[in-house]
């Protein structure tokens, strides 16, 4: 049977927009996939966008690495009179121009290496080419890092290095040994007590593969004399402490010592353990540099019978 022109009147619009619903269906698909791929392509140029940063970052990091091709540290000068060493620091790079301004800057550290100041720049002199040298004032009770600058026309930077301590700081103060007498706790005796102490020297070193042995720095702080102040129950007692071991060599027998040791005990006086409140140690060494050190807390953490 043939429709009639009623029926087809009837039908006809819900065919359009069914085709009418259907492309517009279609299309949004269609959009929804353009945007999925958009999407994708920002994603994609981003991340890439990313991994040439890090790229970016990772050729500095060599490029500074690799800027600084050779250096060597010296003590120039141990000035006794205000206990502040002068060092020698050289070094070669791998570029630079004529025109560009190298300088050196420093910055003193806190113990947990964070900044104790600002940075302070340093004259560099030419020594070659491509080489320079600086001059640093440096204390014993300081740590310190530096870096290298080119400014001018060509403008870059090292990385931050940090001062080799056995440069200026002593050796420090190892305990070696203790004997405590426990009969007469809480009230000791003199000579109830006694801690050594060892300081540790190293014999040579290499700085350079190609340069002749040097004197390790720690040999320029050999210790003359050692006292300590005991604070007790508000008084202050001086006592000496006593070379025991001028050198023990700490290898085996036949063998040459790449290190020694040189021992110093210390024989507290008589004093209750709730009356000792402070120890300080007081070192002159053989150059003339004297170092004071506070040693409550060191006493009290590795000593809690001493505590109060």
């Known amino acids: ?3 009639t022109p009623s029926h087809l009147t009837k039908v006809l619009p819900k065919m359009l927009v069914l085709g009418l619903l259907c492309l517009i269906l279609y299309q949004q698909m269609s959009l929804s996939q353009s945007i999925g791929d958009i999407h994708q392509e920002l994603l994609f140029t981003s991340n890439r966008n990313d991994v040439s940063r890090v790229l970016d970052d990772i050729k500095e990091t060599l490029n500074q690495d690799h800027w600084v091709v050779y250096d060597h540290w010296q003590i120039r000068k141990i000035n006794d009179d205000d206990s502040t060493i002068t060092l020698q620091y050289e070094w070669s790079l791998s570029e630079t121009t004529d025109e560009a301004e190298i300088s050196l800057q420093v910055q003193p550290l806190l113990k947990d290496q964070k900044p104790a100041g600002d940075w302070k720049k340093l004259p560099a002199t030419s020594i070659g080419i491509n080489s320079y040298r600086a001059f640093i004032e440096v204390t014993a009770l300081q740590d310190y890092r530096i870096q ?13 290095i940090s001062i080799p301590s056995y440069l200026h700081q002593p050796p420090d103060l190892v305990p070696a040994f203790t004997s405590i007498s426990h009969q007469n706790k809480p009230d000791f005796k003199e000579g109830d007590v006694e801690i050594g102490f060892s300081m540790f020297y190293q014999k040579d070193y290499y700085n350079d593969p190609y340069s002749p042995r040097e004197p390790h720095p720690s040999l320029n702080f050999i210790p003359e004399k050692a006292k300590a102040y005991f604070h007790i129950d508000g008084q202050v007692i001086e006592k000496d402490l006593s070379l025991e071991e001028k050198e023990k060599s700490n290898m085996p027998p036949g063998e040459f010592p790449d290190y020694y040791s040189k021992v110093w005990a210390l024989s507290f006086p008589a004093f ?20 004071s050190k506070d040693y409550t807390d060191f006493l009290y953490n590795h000593f809690p019978d001493l505590s109060k």
């Open 1 to 3: 049977m043939k429709p």
């Open 148 to 160: 290298i600058v080119s400014e001018g026309n060509y403008q870059h930077s090292s990385q931050t």
């Open 272 to 291: 209750s353990s709730d009356s000792l409140e402070k120890l300080r140690i007081e070192i002159t060494y053989k150059n003339g540099f004297f170092v």
